[in-house]
Structure formats: C-alpha cells, structure tokens
C-alpha cells in the first residue's frame, strides 16, 4: 500500500520547512515576565532558517499578540486557548491578526459540576478577542484583557464558548486534579495548571490538534516537526511532534513524554534547542 502524501518523509536537508510549535509561560517567557534578547535573537535566526515557528498557548488572543511582537512574529500563524483558537498574524488587518479558526462548546454542563464542588471558585468563559466574562473579578496579573463581570453564573455559561477558566486559590493542585477525575468532565478537554488553575477546552481539542491541522495546511511532513512545552496542556503537543523537548523546570510526567529534557525557564533552557535549528551556511546568504 502506497503512503499518503502526507505521511512521505524524505531525510530533511537545507530545502525541508520544519514546523516549530512553542509554548510561552515557562518556555520562552521568565516567570517574571519577560523573553531575553538571546532567545528573541535565537527564535528570529531559526524562522531564518525554513522553520515555521508557530506560537502554541493556553494565553488569549489579547495575551498572545504582545508577544508575538517580542519575538518579531508579524507573519504566519499562532495557536490560541490551548487549541480553540487559531489567527493568522497579518500586520495589515486590525489588531495585527486574522481569526481563521475557531472551535466552540457548551460550557453549562461543567460549570455546573464544578460550581457544585467549589462554589467559592473564580469561573471565567473566554470573550473572543477582547478578554473574559467572569463571576468576579480574578486576581490582578492572572486574565489578560477586559473582564466583564456577569449578573449572574447562567449568564456566564450562556452561549457555545471557547475556553473555560476556574481558578481557586489555596485549594491543592492534587486536589483539583482528583475532583476532575471524579466528577467526569466527559464533554471537554481539559487541563490543571501548576496552581489550583482548570482550563477546559472543547472536546478533543488540543494545542496538538491545532497544529496538525496547520501542518497540513503548510505542507510541512509529520517527522519534521518539533515542540517545546512544560506544562499538562502541553501533553499532546510533545506527543504529536516528530521531535519534542521539555523544559526543565516541567513537572516529572511532561519530562517522560518529551524526547529529550532541556534546562531550565529561567536559564534560558530553550536556546540549545534552538541552535540546532539554525543553519549558518544559510545564515551567511541571507
């Protein structure tokens, strides 16, 4: 039987385009906040070098944006809401981006179970572009963009949805990881953060199934492509990619999944990585 198109894999060489899937917080962005020159440098040199470099968050479009521009990403594409939300950056269009896909879900039912287990817990559902609707208002630093505060919680979980935040401060990440194997959330994806955080997702959809989707659509073979990430909403992204990497400061079970594990956020980690993705010779005739 032939091979799909697709799944062909010739030996990369100078000419191959590789795709380049990057988580931000705990990635490329210090906990602090800020992305160093040597890697801004690094990542421009790579997308040099054939390689589409693709920014994979669970950060909003608001919160994504500023870094794209950081980095010198005006062009190409970034992967939004943990999978939910795909632009294409394009400087000529309002904001700096194009939304090309979106993917939606009816938030009640979980919000729901959830706000029975953890009636104290902040809720947010994701606004599209602008920032959150919310029970109340969340801790300074932790929602990018606008927050409107509904009247009432069937007022939050009204309307398909992108993304769904709870956050509960002071309750054991142990803990949340439990209740959402005990109470089933069956009808999403979801992920717990290093805090008492929960993002939920449309079902089966991933950081990985977004940048399948815009592999496909760029041509780029499946052994040529590559990931970095450190957190639980990185899983099926290291999985997906040809060739994966966690940074060293991820938790033990995002290490076991990855190829191999690089240094530490705060060390810069990622630059090894990076290198190996520049090419000099073509560096030189550029």
């Known amino acids: 039987m032939s091979q799909a198109p697709d799944q062909m894999q010739p030996p990369l060489d100078n000419d191959s ?8 917080d705990g990635t490329l ?3 602090g906040g800020d992305i ?7 990542v ?14 669970g950060r909003n479009i608001v919160a994504t944006m500023p870094v794209a521009e950081r980095l010198g990403i005006r062009r190409g594409y970034a992967v939004c809401a943990n999978g939910a939300v ?15 896909e979106v993917v939606t879900f009816d938030p009640t039912a979980a919000l729901e179970l959830i706000r029975q287990e953890m009636p104290d817990a902040f809720f ?13 208002e969340f801790p300074m630093g932790e929602l990018t963009g606008r927050q409107i505060v509904v009247d009432s919680f069937e007022e939050l979980a009204q309307g398909e949805v992108t993304r769904v935040v709870i956050r509960a401060p002071g309750v054991d990440v142990s803990h949340f990881d439990d209740l959402v194997q005990r109470i089933g959330l069956n009808d999403v994806t979801y992920a717990v953060g290093y805090s008492a955080w ?3 997702t449309p079902p089966g959809v991933t950081k990985a199934s977004a940048l399948e989707a ?23 992204m290291l999985q997906w990619a040809g060739q994966s990497a966690a940074m060293g400061n991820a938790p033990a079970h995002v290490h076991e999944v990855a190829d191999e594990v690089l240094g530490s956020v705060e060390d810069d980690g990622i630059l090894p990585l990076l290198e190996r993705l520049i090419d000099p010779e073509r560096l030189a005739v550029l």
């Open 17 to 24: 385009w590789r795709l380049l899937g990057l988580d931000i």
């Open 29 to 31: 962005m210090h906990w």
């Open 36 to 42: 160093s020159d040597r890697v801004v440098r690094a």
């Open 44 to 57: 421009e040199q790579v997308r040099m070098c054939r390689n589409h470099v693709i920014l994979a968050t």
């Open 86 to 100: 795909t632009i294409r950056l394009n400087p000529a269009s309002p904001g700096g981006y194009d939304i090309i």
């Open 124 to 136: 947010a559902v994701e606004d599209l572009g602008v920032g959150f609707r919310v029970s109340r």
């Open 198 to 200: 929960l993002d939920l």
């Open 214 to 236: 815009l592999r496909r659509k760029m041509g780029v073979y499946p052994a040529h492509t590559v990931a970095v990430g450190d957190g639980n909403n990185d899983l099926a």
